[in-house]
């Protein structure tokens, strides 16, 4: 429970300096544009609540993109229905994501293992199929749910009168596009990042920690395991409804895509990427994602071949054209074959492959059996 | 005359068109060592199934003090007062010591659930200096800090007493607890349960070897394929002749 | 009466592909233990056998084309058209069901270099990381296909006599309109083949008795000096076949696109999972009740009742059974219980 070196309000402190200040340290790797910042924020939520559930539970949910879905359509119906002000958008998200997750959870949590990873991928799918089909009133299926100038806007119009054009989101006035919507997702992440500080570090996080190491045990110690994992399940798909509530806010539309099981794929290829169970890890895996999801995307091969314009021109037409398939829409290619190599080479994601580098260093400069002791009190949680 | 705490009544059990345990009455007296012995394969395992909801017996029920066990959940019985020591070692291997004895001091103080995410563990001085205590019993204080998958055998099973015991339960069923143990453990181990006999825990011990069942049991029963076939203070039990022949005739 | 034949016919075919499909699935994790998030992908890896197989056949070159005799013409005609004018048509129309004999060799290739490469050092992991892995692998695969054949559906057309449609109707002397195509016989008989062959295997050979031994009790069968390394690498390789198999037979029915694999895997392993996990039986007879389900609920009838239940139907029914039936339909106990 204790790193020796760092304590939790430390770490706490740290983590809000880098968030906050991510758009000064990120300008060298050209990702300081409000988009993709709003984007790793929002995405940072999504694994950080993730990781609540699968690296303390240990139980592998494949439907999240339900609960990020269903954040965004709550977010919208609020923009449309009361007013474009971020904060109630932000709370019907949470709620209905909640709501949505304690069926789920309540039902899904009846088995375990691979059932459980099933009855959730099966809940996930039900929901997408039907925001797509029957559901159109309220989602306006495959176009997706946005904004109209015929909206009710009730609270809106209670104070200002309706402009011409499509109103914005806001926060109490302030207008939540560009940097001021990345500082209220930032803000958003750094409350949440400290939520599940407290619940690692909280008897809660233990009990969910022995969840996912022994729940016979745990049966038998007098513990009763659904209601923890049940509690865990819905904070998690509470943290998924934030997420997808933001990226509403950011930018208000949703679409059905947003549950699709794919979506669900790439929030555990974060968490993992990052580190299944550890504090930061998720985030830096969403963040690492999010940023070669932009850098690969954006490449093209006429892109490839001013980069390798130094080599000889048949060489480089060979290099342009295999790396061609891993950039641009190959973009998921690669994503492939980073989910592959983290699992064989890295299963503890890169949380661990820092750690493995921390001991190395200090194993040479200290004495091999000082260093056992350090990392076994490195409790998976740190 | 103690009162009788742990009733059997007429527990009967088959698996397919096996039966493993027919018709077993047992009555255990409180704050007693209650030693169950018997060949392989003679229904003890089932037994202590039975007992802590693991299995749910085809007929009969097993009151402890007046609460019916029987279609009660692993959890409601562990609550009620009833932890059980494995034959393979049910500890949490990828948490440390500490915390594997900190789950249980948890559950005797908060019950089955609690939704308790905003206190910190750091804060539960009262119940960690109480699991260290207990680790100090087993001594397992030193390796506190240590991840319990990388234990022996021996320490697992010791582990695994000490969040038995933190648990305070008024019924402790011992499976097998010196199995893999070296002479020098097995001793310690019979020490350690000698002085949880004093502070008035009631016992039932699932053991093969004779010297821990004459160390520490007040009362033996034989089981033999299902039946219990003899039962009454380990001397008698001992010149018993239909327990030599089923038993330790077999084994001597 | 004719309508409720026609659907359970409609059901009939897409069952038979979550069968075999599942079949793989199923085998695969009752004896090594994997779950396997790849298999559709090998699936889909069969249905590009097929799309190879013809585009290699109708590879083609300019002739002058002797019909148009005001001008000098060209056209394109197949190689194979050119070198043996009557048997290489027939063997273009035909490329589909050809395709299989290139699928089973291609197909034992994959499967022995993922089981090798792969998936082999997976069988002591946990099952979560097993699904990553392959799932990444999925992932990998579909997208070399999307690179080379682009993302467009590629139709397949079956051979010419096999291209109209049956009229069962009459046969049974039900009404006019119960007509079913001819392929899809096809693909239904083709189907039985498969799976009373990878029945009949597995029962009735040593080779299959030793394979099932295993799915009981992996440890014993080891302990008794039986090399299942080896045995392991040819059940994947089988499993590898047949999704290989469904995947070239069922082209003509569904265009192969490059992600048709992830869309019929999900699906699968609702299917394996509802028939119960390692359970051959239970994966061929939840295939087709789902298949035939389906068929059911997409009927207008049904929909006008309950819009929206022909998206949802196998979801729902997976998860009925699921919370009722703990390890599925025919699931034994001991299989994935924790």
Redesign the interface.
């Known amino acids: 429970m204790k790193n020796g070196t760092m304590n939790d309000l430390t770490r706490f402190a740290i983590f809000a300096g880098v968030v906050l200040a991510m758009p000064l340290w990120l300008e060298p790797l050209g990702a300081n544009y409000p988009d993709l910042l709003q984007k790793f924020a929002i995405y940072g939520i999504f694994a950080i609540g993730f990781n609540i559930l699968f690296g303390l539970t240990g139980y592998l949910s494949f439907g999240h993109a339900a609960f990020l879905g269903i954040g965004s359509y709550a977010a919208v119906w609020s923009f449309k229905l009361f007013t474009m002000n971020a904060i109630p958008a932000v709370i019907f998200g949470v709620l209905f994501a909640g709501l949505l997750a304690y069926v789920i959870g309540f039902l899904s949590l009846r088995r375990t293992g691979i059932y459980f990873s099933i009855l959730t991928l099966a809940f996930a799918q039900m929901s997408y199929n039907l925001a797509y089909s029957v559901l159109t009133p309220i989602t306006n299926g495959e176009t997706g749910l946005q904004l109209s100038q015929q909206d009710p806007r009730i609270i809106d119009s209670l104070f200002v009168e309706a402009g011409a054009g499509l109103p914005s989101t806001n926060l109490f006035g302030m207008k939540m596009s560009g940097y001021p919507g990345f500082y209220f997702c930032a803000v958003m992440l750094i409350i949440c990042f400290f939520i599940s500080m407290r619940i690692f570090r909280s008897p809660f996080g233990l009990m969910l920690k022995g969840i996912k190491s022994n729940q016979n045990r745990m049966n038998y110690t007098g513990l009763n395991t659904r209601p923890y994992a049940l509690t865990a399940f819905v904070i998690s798909g509470m943290y998924a409804g934030l997420a997808g509530s933001l990226l509403a806010v950011t930018d208000p539309l949703a679409g059905a895509e947003r549950m699709q099981w794919t979506a669900s794929g790439e929030v555990v290829l974060m968490t993992i990427l990052g580190g299944v169970g550890t504090l930061v890890g998720p985030m830096i895996g969403a963040g690492l994602i999010k940023y070669f999801e932009n850098i690969f995307s954006a490449f093209n091969n006429n892109v490839l071949a001013d980069i390798f314009s130094f080599l000889p021109d048949s060489v480089s037409e060979v290099v342009v054209s295999v790396l061609g398939l891993f950039v641009g829409s190959g973009w998921h290619l690669t994503l492939g074959l980073l989910f592959m190599v983290v699992v064989i080479f890295l299963p503890g994601g890169i949380m661990e492959g820092i750690d493995r580098v921390i001991s190395k260093f200090r194993s040479s400069r200290q004495p091999v059996a000082d260093n056992k002791t350090v990392s076994s009190q490195n409790q998976p949680g740190e | 005359m103690e009162k009788l705490v742990l009733h059997l009544d007429n527990i009967q059990k088959n698996f397919g068109g096996l039966s493993a345990l027919k018709d077993v009455n047992l009555q255990v007296e409180e704050g007693t060592t209650h030693a169950i012995i018997g060949p392989n394969g003679a229904g003890k395992s089932t037994l202590l199934n039975v007992c802590v909801g693991r299995l749910k017996p085809d007929m009969g029920k097993v009151t402890f003090d007046g609460h019916e066990l029987t279609g009660r959940k692993p959890h409601e019985i562990a609550q009620i007062g009833v932890a059980r020591v494995f034959q393979t070692p049910e500890i949490f291997p990828e948490l440390s010591l500490l915390e594997n004895v900190m789950i249980p001091a948890f559950s005797k103080r908060d019950g089955a659930f609690r939704l308790n995410g905003y206190q910190q563990l750091s804060a539960q001085g009262e119940l960690r200096a109480e699991a260290e205590h207990i680790l100090e019993d087993v001594g397992l204080q030193e390796l506190m800090h240590h991840i319990a998958g990388s234990l022996s055998r021996g320490d697992k099973r010791r582990l695994e007493l000490a969040m038995c015991l933190i648990l305070r339960p008024r019924l402790l069923l011992l499976d097998e607890p010196t199995a893999g143990m070296s002479r020098h453990d097995t001793n310690r181990t019979i020490d350690l349960l000698k002085q949880i006999k004093s502070r008035g825990m009631t016992k039932i011990i699932i053991e093969h070897d004779m010297h821990v069942v004459f160390s520490l049991a007040d009362r033996v029963s034989v089981l033999a394929r299902g039946q219990i076939i003899a039962g009454g203070t380990p001397e008698e039990v001992r010149e018993d002749p239909k327990v030599k022949e089923a038993y330790l005739g077999g084994a001597h | 009466m004719d309508a409720i034949f026609l659907q359970i016919l409609n059901g009939l075919d897409k069952g038979a592909a979550y069968a075999l499909i599942a079949l793989g699935l199923t085998l695969v994790f009752g004896t090594l233990g994997i779950?396997n998030f790849a298999h559709g992908a090998l699936f889909m890896l069969g249905a590009f056998c097929a799309v190879s197989l013809n585009k290699l056949m109708t590879l083609s070159t300019k002739v002058e084309d002797t019909s148009v005799t005001l001008f000098k013409a060209y056209k394109e005609q197949p190689y194979l058209e050119i070198w043996f004018p009557d048997m290489g048509h027939t063997l273009i129309e035909y490329s589909v069901p050809l395709s299989i004999l290139l699928a089973i060799p291609v197909m034992i290739l994959v499967g022995i270099a993922m089981e090798r490469g792969?998936i082999k050092?997976f069988y002591k992991?946990a099952?979560?990381?097993q699904?990553?892995?392959t799932?990444?692998?999925?992932?990998?695969i579909?997208?070399?296909i999307k690179?080379y054949f682009g993302a467009n559906p590629i139709p397949q057309t079956a051979p010419e006599i096999l291209s109209g449609s049956a009229d069962i109707g009459s046969w049974l002397g039900l009404g006019q309109n119960v007509v079913y195509p001819w392929w899809r016989i096809v693909y239904l008989l083709f189907s039985g083949v498969v799976i009373f062959g990878v029945f009949a295997f597995l029962q009735f050979t040593t080779y299959g008795m030793v394979v099932r031994a295993g799915m009981r009790d992996r440890e014993t069968v080891g302990l008794l000096g039986i090399n299942i390394e080896r045995r392991f690498t040819l059940v994947f390789a089988l499993a590898t076949i047949v999704a290989g198999l469904a995947g070239v037979m069922y082209t003509p029915v569904l265009p192969p696109d490059y992600h048709m694999g992830?869309d019929f895997l999900?699906l699968s392993?609702?299917v394996v999972?509802v028939g119960g996990?390692g359970s051959l039986g239970g994966a061929v007879l939840a295939g087709f009740l789902l298949g035939i389900i389906q068929s059911f609920a997409s009927m207008t009838e049904v929909k006008a009742v309950l819009?929206?239940i022909d998206?949802?139907v196998i979801?729902?029914v997976?998860?009925v059974i699921?919370?009722v039936l703990?390890r599925g339909l025919m699931g034994r106990a001991g299989v994935?219980?924790?």
């Open positions: 779950v792969l050092h992991r099952h979560a990381d699904i990553l892995v799932f990444g692998l999925a992932i990998v579909q997208e070399v690179a992830m999900v392993f609702v999972v996990m819009p929206g998206q949802i979801y729902l997976a998860v699921l919370l703990p994935m219980d924790d």
